[in-house]
């Protein structure tokens, strides 16, 4: 479980306990807690709600149609490089999503779960690292969590530099010249590419 819904949860349930032993309270029932995820992406939200039960989580496939609107082409991207196939991009939206779980998996304390969605980007990323939601999961990665949390940034540098063909393209540089701490990254892992991904010792970037 989390330990930020656990004591959420707790809060709850201990103010509730509260109201109700207030004089003239009538409704003595057990309390039960409930937590609110806000504005937290719901299809997230359902893939750490699955992991707490299962350890676990698969992604749900989304009607075609919704991913082919959300990934409609841009006048000013060059999309060479992206295969044309509704299935394939069903696949690579999953690596926005992994990285989303992994905000939450931070944003909630369940370090396993982080482990778990990193392993899975990198799976999607085999195959998929062409797409453009591997722009969309780096950007996720190296905005929505601190700095001091790697993991995920390890996971994304580590797809740049396998393939480094990606800075050969026009909308990659014009990505990264606005997500300059991704683009910092990079050149220090190009320039000295430290120990592989998953291993032990100080981290993938060296300050």
Known sequence: MSPVIDRSCDFTIAKLDRVESEPNKSDHGTAKASFNFGDDDPEAVHCLVQFFYL???????????DVLDRDEPREDIDYSLVPDDN??????????LHSKVFT???????????????????????RQWRSGYLLDAAQEAYTATPSDVLEMRKAIVQKFYEHRELLDEKHVREFLLELSHLTLDIMLHINKPPSPFGSSGHGLFGY
């Not at 350890?55 to 149609?65: K, L, N, Q, T």
């Not at 299935?87 to 926005?96: M, N, P």
């Open 55 to 65: 350890w676990d989580y698969e992604v749900a496939s989304p009607r075609s149609e």
């Open 87 to 96: 299935a394939t991009t069903l696949e690579a939206r999953q690596l926005l």
């Open 104 to 126: 939450l998996a931070h944003m909630y304390e369940v370090p396993r779960l982080k482990e778990l969605c990193t392993e899975k980007l990198l799976q999607v990323a085999k």
